[in-house]
C-alpha cells in the first residue's frame, strides 16, 4: 500500500545525507588549506593545487589530517593570541642592564621568533623551490613581525605596488605569522590574480651563519644579550633584511613603501634620507629600501656592524643609523661598488611632513601643489616612503597626493 510519509522520509534522509555531505566537504577543505599553510614545505605543490588532492588520509611531516579540526582552529587561535600579545614582549621602562636581562630571560619562550620551528627548518628550501618554480624577473623581498590579524590594507597597498610595477616579480614576505591559514587568505588574492608571491618562516640561524651576527644571534637566544627598550622584533627585522640580500640578493622593501616605478635598473644601491643641498653631500641614509646582489661586502660590513654595536635602547642606531655610520667610515675606499639615491628616490618627503600627502586640498592652491608634488613624483622617484608610524592613524582623503598615488598604483584597490 502507498503511503506518502515513507515517501516523504525517503526525500528528507537522502537531501539530510547530501547536506551533511556537502558540510563536511567544505569544513575538510578548509582544514586542508590551513594545514597546507603550515607543512607547506613538505610538497612541491602550492596550496590552490593542494586543494584537488586526496583530502581522508594525506599524511605529510607524520601529520594525519583526519585529527579533529576543533585541534587545528585551537592551535591557529593560541598562536595568533601568542602573536599579539606583543606589548609584554618590550622590557619596562627605566630598568638597568642586569635587570633587563632578567626580565629577558623570565620572558625567554614568549619570544617566538627565537625559536626554529618546522617550517623554520625548511626556510633555504622552500626560498629555493618558489624561485626554481617560478620564471621571476626579480627578487624582492619584505619582513612582517607583527600578528597576521594586524596586516591591513595600507599593507597591501605596498604589495599591489609591487606587482603593478614589476608583474613577473617574485615577492618573498619573510614573516611566522603570515606563514598560516590567516596570512595565506590576507595573500590568495594576489595568488588567484597570478602573481608570484608567499609567506615563508625566517631561519636566523640559517640566514647568519658565517657572519659575527652568528654568535650575537646565539648569545640572545640564551638570554645573555640586553634586548634593550625598543621592541626586539623591531631591531630583529633590521638584521633579517640584511641577511636575506646577502644570502640570496635582490631588493628589499619596507611594508610602508609605495613603488612608483620599476626598480630593474638599479643595482647594488641605497637611497639616501635627507641631504646638505649645498654641498649635495648625504646627512643620513635609510635601510627601508636595499638593493643588493648576493655576497655583496657592504651587506657584510651592516650585518657585523650590527653584531658588534648592538644597542636595543638607541631609536634607529641598528637600522638607518648603522647603514649611515659604515658607509661613512668607507668613504671612498675601493671594492664596494654601490650607488647611493638621493632622498627623491625613496624618500621625497620627511617623516615630519608626510601628513601633507593624505589632506584633500581646500583651495586652488593647494589643488595647485597636489598637481606640481604629482608632477615631481612622477620624474626621479621610485617610490615613497610612508613613514607608517607617523602616517598610519591617517585617512586618505580624496583628491589628495596619496589618493592619486593610490588609484594609479593599485590592483586590488580597497584602500
Given at each position: 500500500?502507498?503511503?506518502?510519509?515513507?515517501?516523504?522520509?525517503?526525500?528528507?534522509?537522502?537531501?539530510?545525507?547530501?547536506?551533511?555531505?556537502?558540510?563536511?566537504?567544505l569544513?575538510?577543505?578548509?582544514?586542508?588549506i590551513?594545514?597546507?599553510?603550515?607543512?607547506?614545505?613538505?610538497?612541491?605543490?602550492?596550496?590552490?593545487?593542494?586543494?584537488?588532492?586526496?583530502?581522508?588520509?594525506?599524511?605529510?611531516?607524520?601529520?594525519?589530517?583526519?585529527?579533529?579540526?576543533?585541534?587545528?582552529?585551537?592551535k591557529?587561535?593560541?598562536?595568533?593570541?601568542?602573536?599579539?600579545?606583543?606589548?609584554?614582549?618590550?622590557?619596562?621602562?627605566?630598568?638597568?642592564?642586569?635587570?633587563r636581562?632578567?626580565?629577558?630571560?623570565?620572558?625567554?619562550?614568549?619570544?617566538?621568533?627565537?625559536?626554529?620551528?618546522?617550517?623554520?627548518?625548511?626556510?633555504?628550501?622552500?626560498?629555493?623551490?618558489?624561485?626554481?618554480?617560478?620564471?621571476?624577473?626579480?627578487?624582492?623581498?619584505?619582513?612582517?613581525?607583527?600578528?597576521?590579524?594586524?596586516?591591513?590594507?595600507?599593507?597591501?597597498?605596498?604589495?599591489?605596488?609591487?606587482?603593478?610595477?614589476?608583474?613577473?616579480?617574485?615577492?618573498?614576505?619573510?614573516?611566522?605569522?603570515?606563514?598560516?591559514?590567516?596570512?595565506?587568505?590576507?595573500?590568495?588574492?594576489?595568488?588567484?590574480?597570478?602573481?608570484?608571491?608567499?609567506a615563508?618562516?625566517?631561519?636566523?640561524?640559517?640566514?647568519?651563519?658565517?657572519?659575527?651576527?652568528?654568535?650575537?644571534?646565539?648569545?640572545?637566544?640564551?638570554?645573555?644579550?640586553?634586548?634593550?627598550?625598543?621592541?626586539?622584533?623591531?631591531?630583529?627585522?633590521?638584521?633579517?633584511?640584511?641577511?636575506?640580500?646577502?644570502?640570496?640578493?635582490?631588493?628589499?622593501?619596507?611594508?610602508?613603501?609605495?613603488?612608483?616605478?620599476?626598480?630593474?635598473?638599479?643595482?647594488?644601491?641605497?637611497?639616501?634620507?635627507?641631504?646638505?643641498?649645498?654641498?649635495?653631500?648625504?646627512?643620513?641614509?635609510?635601510?627601508?629600501?636595499?638593493?643588493?646582489?648576493?655576497n655583496?661586502?657592504?651587506?657584510?660590513?651592516?650585518?657585523?656592524?650590527?653584531?658588534?654595536?648592538?644597542d636595543?635602547?638607541?631609536?634607529?642606531?641598528?637600522?638607518?643609523?648603522?647603514?649611515?655610520?659604515?658607509?661613512?667610515?668607507?668613504?671612498?675606499?675601493?671594492?664596494f661598488?654601490?650607488?647611493?639615491?638621493?632622498?627623491?628616490?625613496?624618500?621625497?618627503?620627511?617623516?615630519?611632513?608626510?601628513?601633507?600627502?593624505?589632506?584633500?586640498?581646500?583651495?586652488?592652491?593647494?589643488?595647485?601643489?597636489?598637481?606640481?608634488?604629482?608632477?615631481?613624483?612622477?620624474?626621479?622617484?621610485?617610490?615613497?616612503?610612508?613613514?607608517?608610524?607617523?602616517?598610519?592613524?591617517?585617512?586618505?582623503?580624496?583628491?589628495?597626493?596619496?589618493?592619486?598615488?593610490?588609484?594609479?598604483?593599485?590592483?586590488?584597490?580597497?584602500?
Amino acid at each position: 500500500m502507498y503511503n506518502p510519509l515513507i515517501k516523504h522520509a525517503k526525500i528528507f534522509s537522502i537531501f539530510s545525507l547530501v547536506t551533511l555531505s556537502t558540510i563536511f566537504f567544505l569544513i575538510q577543505g578548509d582544514h586542508v588549506i590551513y594545514h597546507d599553510s603550515l607543512i607547506l614545505h613538505a610538497t612541491n605543490k602550492e596550496p590552490l593545487v593542494m586543494l584537488q588532492a586526496q583530502r581522508s588520509t594525506l599524511t605529510l611531516d607524520g601529520y594525519n589530517y583526519n585529527k579533529p579540526l576543533l585541534r587545528s582552529m585551537q592551535k591557529e587561535k593560541l598562536e595568533e593570541i601568542d602573536y599579539s600579545n606583543q606589548k609584554v614582549l618590550v622590557a619596562p621602562l627605566n630598568l638597568n642592564i642586569e635587570q633587563r636581562i632578567a626580565w629577558f630571560k623570565g620572558n625567554l619562550q614568549e619570544f617566538k621568533i627565537l625559536k626554529s620551528n618546522k617550517l623554520a627548518k625548511q626556510f633555504h628550501a622552500r626560498i629555493q623551490r618558489f624561485h626554481k618554480n617560478n620564471s621571476c624577473e626579480s627578487q624582492f623581498f619584505m619582513t612582517w613581525i607583527s600578528p597576521s590579524s594586524s596586516f591591513g590594507s595600507r599593507e597591501t597597498l605596498s604589495i599591489e605596488s609591487v606587482f603593478k610595477v614589476q608583474p613577473q616579480a617574485c615577492l618573498t614576505i619573510l614573516s611566522r605569522t603570515l606563514d598560516s591559514i590567516h596570512g595565506y587568505k590576507i595573500l590568495k588574492p594576489f595568488i588567484d590574480k597570478g602573481f608570484k608571491v608567499q609567506a615563508i618562516t625566517p631561519n636566523l640561524s640559517f640566514l647568519l651563519k658565517g657572519t659575527l651576527a652568528e654568535t650575537w644571534f646565539h648569545e640572545l637566544r640564551k638570554g645573555k644579550k640586553d634586548p634593550g627598550e625598543i621592541p626586539l622584533f623591531q631591531n630583529l627585522s633590521n638584521l633579517i633584511r640584511l641577511a636575506v640580500l646577502y644570502k640570496y640578493g635582490g631588493v628589499y622593501i619596507d611594508i610602508d613603501i609605495i613603488l612608483l616605478k620599476p626598480l630593474s635598473g638599479l643595482r647594488n644601491s641605497i637611497g639616501a634620507q635627507s641631504m646638505d643641498f649645498g654641498t649635495k653631500h648625504w646627512t643620513r641614509l635609510n635601510n627601508a629600501v636595499l638593493i643588493f646582489d648576493k655576497n655583496h661586502p657592504l651587506l657584510l660590513r651592516f650585518i657585523n656592524e650590527f653584531a658588534l654595536t648592538f644597542d636595543g635602547n638607541k631609536w634607529g642606531h641598528n637600522g638607518p643609523y648603522l647603514v649611515s655610520r659604515v658607509v661613512e667610515r668607507l668613504a671612498k675606499r675601493q671594492g664596494f661598488n654601490f650607488t647611493i639615491l638621493p632622498p627623491m628616490a625613496f624618500y621625497p618627503v620627511s617623516w615630519t611632513k608626510i601628513g601633507g600627502f593624505f589632506r584633500k586640498p581646500k583651495t586652488r592652491s593647494e589643488e595647485k601643489w597636489v598637481e606640481a608634488k604629482l608632477r615631481q613624483l612622477s620624474g626621479e622617484t621610485f617610490g615613497v616612503h610612508l613613514w607608517n608610524k607617523q602616517s598610519s592613524g591617517l585617512v586618505i582623503e580624496e583628491g589628495s597626493v596619496m589618493a592619486r598615488l593610490v588609484s594609479n598604483h593599485c590592483i586590488i584597490c580597497k584602500l
